[in-house]
């Protein structure tokens, strides 16, 4: 495996964080820096992936971009652990519903993660469809969510090679084992965290609910802003402690 000295998409002397918040879009993450952490400095801007460190609540804290896809996702997930040794990661991003369970707006914390793809089997031959999250994470933003009184769905999800709503996904979702009870659909989460739990760190994703096969329900973009700041102020009060 031939991996360098350097990173080749985070700039080599970025002062990343022990704790790395990770929404997809980096403007999101210019957003997060510029409304929650204090003393934000963008600290690599390598393709435009954005990353900002700061503080929040006197704690150092980095904002990392990782683009759409679980193949954009790992390189930043691999490069930051590898190459500057981040000790906890939080995926922070919207999915789809496709239970009933939960509405347009709420959250889902993901405990665990069925893929079809064959991500992982690339990655260092897994064959399993299914990676779990870190349970001690997992807890700490449950106790968090109720400190916060924001509800919380907390179960198994599922990452997609594609985005959902450009195809009729109810055929890859029929043939998710019933009993795995799936709440919603995404792109990244499974290799996130497939690739932190091979590397031996901490990782996990919340994502806000921002459409439901059950409902037609559209978010204002004043409703949204409101509802994604309330997953990204559960995931920075949870990773800091």
């Known amino acids: 495996m031939f991996v360098g000295n350097s990173p080749i998409h985070i700039e080599k002397d970025a002062d990343i964080a022990g704790f790395v918040l990770m929404p997809g879009d980096p403007l999101r993450a210019k957003y997060i820096a510029d ?43 691999f490069e930051l652990i590898h190459f500057f040794h981040v000790k906890k990661i939080i ?22 993660i069925y ?16 990676v779990e999250t870190t349970k001690s994470l997992n807890n700490i933003i449950k106790e968090t969510a109720k400190e916060l009184e924001l509800g919380l ?38 290799g996130v ?12 994703t919340l994502m806000t609910v921002a459409d439901s096969k059950f409902s037609k329900t559209v978010l204002t973009p004043e409703e949204r802003q409101t509802k994604l700041n309330d997953m990204i102020k559960l995931g920075l009060e949870s990773i800091i402690k």
């Open 35 to 77: 409304n929650f952490l204090s003393d934000a400095a963008l600290v690599t801007n390598i393709r435009n992936m954005s990353g900002y460190t700061g503080t929040y609540k006197g704690v150092k804290v980095t904002v990392m971009a990782h683009g759409m896809g679980m193949p954009s996702a790992s390189i930043y997930v």
């Open 91 to 112: 995926r922070i991003g919207t999915c789809g519903a496709v239970s009933n369970i939960a509405n347009v707006g709420d959250i889902i914390l993901s405990e665990s």
């Open 115 to 130: 893929s079809e793809s064959n991500f992982a089997y690339t990655y260092n031959d897994y064959i399993g469809n299914v």
């Open 153 to 190: 769905h907390a179960g198994m999800t599922t990452t997609m090679d594609v985005y959902g709503p450009y195809i009729d996904y109810d055929r890859v979702i029929a043939r998710i084992p019933e009993e795995y009870n799936v709440l919603g659909e995404e792109m990244e989460a499974f």
């Open 193 to 204: 965290s497939h690739v932190a739990n091979t590397m031996g760190i901490e990782a996990t």
